[in-house]
C-alpha cells in the first residue's frame, strides 16, 4: 500500500496505541475507504452521544454519506458537530499459544471534521451516481433517476479526508519466550469477503445486465 509516512495531519490523529502500525499515507487512506460500504459515524447531537452506522463513499479527497431529512445524524451533522467517522476491514484473526497472544490482522482508518452539505440537485445526483457506479459499475444508467420529490428529501454531505490517519495490521502470532514450546497450534485464520450468487427479483423478460453476471466472480 506504498511507504508508511511518520507524520500525521494533526494531533488527534496521530495513532499512540502500537504506533508502528499507523500509515498516513493517502494511497492507503483511500484503498481502506473504497473497499467499504459502511462506516460509523460518532457525534455528539448536544444532550448524548451517538454512533451510527451508514453507507459510503468516496470522490477525491471526500467521504461521502447521504440520509433522510428527518434524521436524527443528519441533522446533527447539518448543524456543525465534530464527527468522527470510522472504517474496518477485518483480515484474519491470529491465533497465538496463549489467551493473551492473541490478535486480529486489519485495515481500519478514522477521520475527523465536520460534514459540509451538498447543494442542488444535479451535484446531489452526479454524487449519487458515484455511488451508484461503486454498488454496481453500470448500474446508474439503468436504474430509474431519483426525481425532484425523492432529491427534496434526502441530503448528500461529505467530509474532507485532510484529518484522517490508517492503521494496519498483517503479522502473524508475536508469542512470549517462555510459550513458544507449549503444544498448541498458533497461527492466521484468514477472513475474506466473497461475493454470492445474485438473486433476482421480478424480473421476467428482463435480461440479466453484464455487471449482475460478473458480481459471483469478482473479488473471489
Not at 21 to 34: S, V
Not at 128 to 148: C, I, Y
Not at 178 to 205: K, R
Request: charged share 20%; with cysteine.
Amino acid at each position: 500500500m506504498g511507504q508508511r509516512s511518520s507524520a500525521p495531519p494533526s494531533p488527534r490523529t496521530r495513532v499512540r496505541r502500537i504506533a508502528e502500525l499507523a500509515d498516513y499515507e493517502q494511497a492507503t487512506l483511500h484503498a481502506i475507504l473504497d473497499e467499504a460500504y459502511v462506516c460509523h459515524i460518532a457525534f455528539h447531537d448536544g444532550e448524548s452521544s451517538h454512533c451510527i452506522p451508514t453507507a459510503c463513499w468516496r470522490i477525491d479527497n471526500h467521504l461521502y454519506i447521504h440520509g433522510s431529512n428527518g434524521s436524527r445524524m443528519i441533522k446533527a451533522l447539518l448543524g456543525g458537530v465534530q464527527a468522527s467517522v470510522a472504517v474496518t476491514h477485518i483480515d484474519g484473526l491470529v491465533l497465538a499459544k496463549s489467551a493473551f497472544s492473541h490478535s486480529m490482522n486489519y485495515r481500519s482508518a478514522v477521520i475527523y471534521g465536520v460534514f459540509e452539505q451538498i447543494r442542488g440537485n444535479a451535484k446531489k445526483m452526479e454524487a449519487m451516481d458515484v455511488f451508484m457506479d461503486k454498488l454496481a459499475p453500470g448500474r446508474q444508467h439503468e436504474a430509474r433517476t431519483g426525481n425532484a420529490k425523492e432529491l427534496a428529501a434526502t441530503n448528500v454531505l461529505r467530509i474532507s479526508l485532510d484529518e484522517a490517519a490508517a492503521k494496519v495490521s498483517n503479522n502473524g502470532p508475536s508469542d512470549k519466550d517462555e510459550d513458544l514450546d507449549l503444544p498448541v497450534w498458533a497461527g492466521v485464520l484468514p477472513l475474506v469477503t466473497m461475493h454470492g450468487s445474485p438473486i433476482g427479483t421480478g424480473n421476467d423478460g428482463v435480461p440479466t445486465p453484464d455487471y449482475v453476471t460478473r458480481w459471483a466472480n469478482d473479488n473471489n
